[in-house]
């Protein structure tokens, strides 16, 4: 009850700190993204900021046997680069500067109650849906051609 | 640089972090936005709930936002509503196939020093340039 707790908290506080740094706001966002327009370095203290600190916190959470209100740390585990990274990676970035919204800032900024911004939320949950829909697919096709060979087989 | 806000964003940059760091200490979650969004959109048992939390906060921190700093929500630019619906389409698969978003890849997996969240982040920040300076370049800034 307590983690679920410090889950909505956790919520706040971030909420509050895409708000006041300017995340929530395309146009500084897109401004940020303009290296080679009148570029806006503000979201490069955004982040600085939040980077300093959970530097910090994560070298700080490694000395500690488990989290305080759970029983254990879950943290990726993967340290390859694959093509689907850096590829899922640049359709994000694509998406990124052309809106000027990322999820975070996307989902806080519903509670403007501007019909924009459900339009951008509402699309991204479809942009998620098509994934996990294409990845079962692909998922079913590739049992389906690896059952006739009938051996073990891994992607 | 005509709009250029040091401070504020380096403020709300440290909030963001303090977020990130007690989901890590208190519950040991990476605070990642699009991972936890999408573990509601498709739950998995015992798993969903605070994520549930997490977002509920978000949208109550959005609440309070728009109450005593309504200026976050001067969002000065919305493309036009095609536009931004494909945006929100290549946000929400990318995100996905990419396992991470600004929150997860750019802040707690750069602050890991994670291999693979350098290089998303990286090349999310060279597409987003690109796609901008393509905007504004070829569209004349237009949309």
């Keep these: 009850m307590k983690g679920l707790a410090t889950s909505f908290i956790s919520g706040v506080v971030f909420a509050l700190g895409l708000g006041i740094s300017g995340m929530t706001r ?3 966002v897109i401004g940020f993204l303009d290296f080679f327009g ?3 370095a503000s979201l ?3 982040i600085a900021g939040a980077i300093g600190v959970y530097f910090v916190a994560y070298r700080f959470s490694r000395t500690m046997p488990s989290p305080l209100l759970a029983p254990d740390f879950s943290l990726p585990k993967r340290s390859d680069i694959d093509s689907k990274l850096v590829l899922g990676a640049a359709i994000f970035g694509f998406g990124w500067g052309l809106g000027g919204f990322c999820p975070g800032p996307a989902l ?3 509670a403007s109650g501007t019909p924009a911004v459900a339009i951008f939320v509402a699309a991204m949950a479809l942009g998620m849906y098509v994934h996990s829909r294409v990845s079962e697919i692909r998922a079913e096709a590739s049992a389906f051609a690896a059952a006739p060979a009938g051996g073990m087989q891994d992607a | 640089m ?3 806000t040091p401070f504020a964003s380096l403020l709300g940059g440290v909030l963001i972090g303090l977020s990130a760091s007690a989901l890590l200490l208190l519950d040991g979650k990476i605070a990642g936005i699009s991972g936890i969004l999408a573990g509601v959109l498709k739950p998995v048992k015992d798993d969903w709930v605070w ?4 977002l509920a906060g978000l949208f109550a921190g959005g609440l309070l936002l728009g109450k005593f700093l309504p200026g976050a929500f001067d969002f000065g630019l919305i493309r036009p509503l095609p536009l931004l619906a494909l945006a929100g389409l290549a946000v929400g698969f990318g995100t996905r196939l990419g396992s991470g978003c600004t929150s997860g890849h750019g802040v707690c997996g750069v602050s890991r020093l994670s291999p693979r969240s350098l290089a998303a982040t990286a090349t999310f920040i060279f597409t987003g340039a690109l796609t901008v300076y393509l905007l504004n370049h070829l569209a004349g800034g237009s949309l």
């Design chain 1, 26 to 28: 395309p146009v500084k």
């Design chain 1, 38 to 40: 009148a570029w806006d």
């Design chain 1, 44 to 46: 490069a203290f955004v």
């Design chain 1, 108 to 110: 806080t900024s519903l």
């Design chain 2, 2 to 4: 005509h709009n250029f």
């Design chain 2, 51 to 54: 994520r549930a939390c997490f």
